[in-house]
């Protein structure tokens, strides 16, 4: 059985899925008949991976979270395979839109890699990407000040530069920070919390 899973794992890497998933169906029955929880963990999160390469997120979601109980029970909450299905997990969750989950997921793992693999490691690095991908740097806030001005209030800001070119005041650009801190600079630290800089009745007016 260890042979056809095997096999099973180089159709994923062909991203044959369609011929995978009934190998590994038929690999997780005869693991639960022989009570062998490790390689139910492991089934359980390969099968995760083709349900979600499929689209089917809800079910992929039930055999990562099986896989996930079952290893942290078998190995120890700290063992490089939980976190393996953790970060599984975290990408999972991300494409379900359900982000401070799968951020929770990817620090967890990323936690457990710092402590036990290389700093090169690939799947630390990996994961540390992932996390990064889902929460930008403060040096990465000033991008997104044109997305928070188009729907609502400007963050805290130094005074406006620019005016809009002839698209007029309105569409002017905002900028975290100030003088002696602002995104340019190398110890750039964005704001705890984003405060509008002008009172909101003037804001009305430049929508």
């Not at 809009?164 to 569409?171: T, Y």
Request: glycine letters at 8%.
């Amino acid at each position: 059985m260890a042979d056809l899973a095997a096999w099973a794992g180089l159709l994923d890497g062909l991203k044959r899925y369609d011929e995978s998933e009934p190998i590994y169906r038929r690999a997780l029955a005869f693991y639960e008949a022989q009570g062998d929880g490790y390689e139910i963990a492991v089934t359980s999160n390969n099968l995760g991976g083709v349900c979600q390469a499929n689209h089917r997120l809800d079910e992929a979601e039930i055999y990562f979270r099986r896989a996930l109980a079952l290893k942290e029970k078998l190995l120890g909450a700290e063992h490089p395979d939980v976190a393996v299905t953790l970060n599984n997990l975290g990408l999972l969750l991300k494409k379900q839109g359900k982000l401070s989950e799968a951020a929770e997921r990817y620090e967890r793992a990323l936690a457990i890699f710092e402590a036990q693999l290389s700093s090169d490691h690939l799947k630390l690095l990996t994961t540390r990407a992932n996390l990064a991908k889902l929460r930008p740097n403060e040096r990465a806030v000033a991008p997104y000040v044109w997305l928070i001005k188009c729907v609502g209030d400007p963050v805290f800001c130094a005074p406006n530069i620019g005016t809009g070119g002839h698209l007029g005041m309105a569409f002017s650009p905002l900028f975290v920070g100030s003088a002696a801190n602002h995104p340019a600079m190398p110890g750039f630290k964005a704001p705890e919390e984003l405060l509008p800089a002008i009172p909101l009745e003037r804001m009305q007016e430049r929508r």
